[in-house]
């Protein structure tokens, strides 16, 4: 039951690196998701994906991509790494499409950027 | 948009009950979710609300009223484990469908 695989599990960038967390289900999916948390605000939505193909906003998209090529990947990309994207980043899914139901989350990457 | 409000910290002590609240402001409200988040680990699934009244799932409880915007969370016969934070989530009509958006949490301490 492996449920929502996220890797890395910690990184460090410096300002200007890109990368990509990697984020996989084995639950057959179609929703999915990648929140980050830092202190005091909560976990608040990057990007969203209802289904393989569609993707949308959340609250705090800007130096994020994100694509939806299957149902089980959803990878988010830091195009140009900035200090204000340290945080602990967490990809969670959800079996509804069209009303999200419970999230299954992954457990986390946490991220420094310098 | 949303607003989701929960008090920052509370302590209470082992045996006793204690009682979360949330309030939110939303447009598009399709249900009402409560998570429970063990420091350095992802949050779990703790209970939903959709409907107007009490959810009872063991020693914990979900309440919810619609029309005050309301909800609380109650756990009884509290147990050192219980320390967490717990995290309010509001379920909100997106233009693709719904999305989950979570208030900043409750840290909660047990002591003996």
């Known amino acids: 039951n492996a449920g929502v695989t996220q890797t890395p599990k910690f990184q460090v960038l410096k300002t200007g690196q890109s990368m990509t967390l990697q984020c996989a289900q084995d639950?057959?999916?179609?929703?999915m998701s990648w929140y980050r948390q830092d202190p005091g605000m909560g976990l608040r939505l990057i990007h969203y994906s209802v289904g393989a193909g569609i993707t949308d906003q959340g609250e705090v998209p800007n130096g994020y991509n994100v694509s939806r090529s299957t149902t089980e990947d959803f990878p988010l990309r830091l195009l140009s790494a900035a200090p204000s994207q340290t945080s602990v980043y967490f990809c969670?899914?959800?079996?509804?499409?069209?009303?999200?139901?419970?999230?299954?989350f992954g457990s986390g990457t946490q991220l420094s950027v310098l | 948009g949303q607003n989701i409000d929960q008090p920052t910290e509370m302590t209470a002590t082992e045996g006793a009950i204690v009682q979360i609240n949330c309030t939110y402001q939303t447009s598009g409200f399709n249900g009402l979710f409560w998570y429970q988040q063990h420091a350095g680990e992802a949050p779990t699934f703790l209970s939903y609300n959709v409907l107007d009244g009490l959810e009872e799932k063991g020693r914990f409880s979900s309440f919810l009223s619609r029309s005050k915007g309301y909800s609380y969370l109650l756990l009884k016969e509290l147990q050192m484990k219980d320390s967490a934070s717990y995290l309010c989530?509001?379920?909100?009509?997106?233009?693709?469908?719904?999305?989950?958006?979570f208030g900043a949490g409750t840290i909660l301490r047990v002591k003996s």
């Open positions: 969670a899914s959800s079996y509804s499409r069209v009303g999200v139901e419970k999230l299954f």
């Open positions: 989530a509001v379920r909100d009509l997106g233009e693709y469908g719904n999305k989950l958006v």
């Open positions: 639950m057959n999916h179609e929703y």
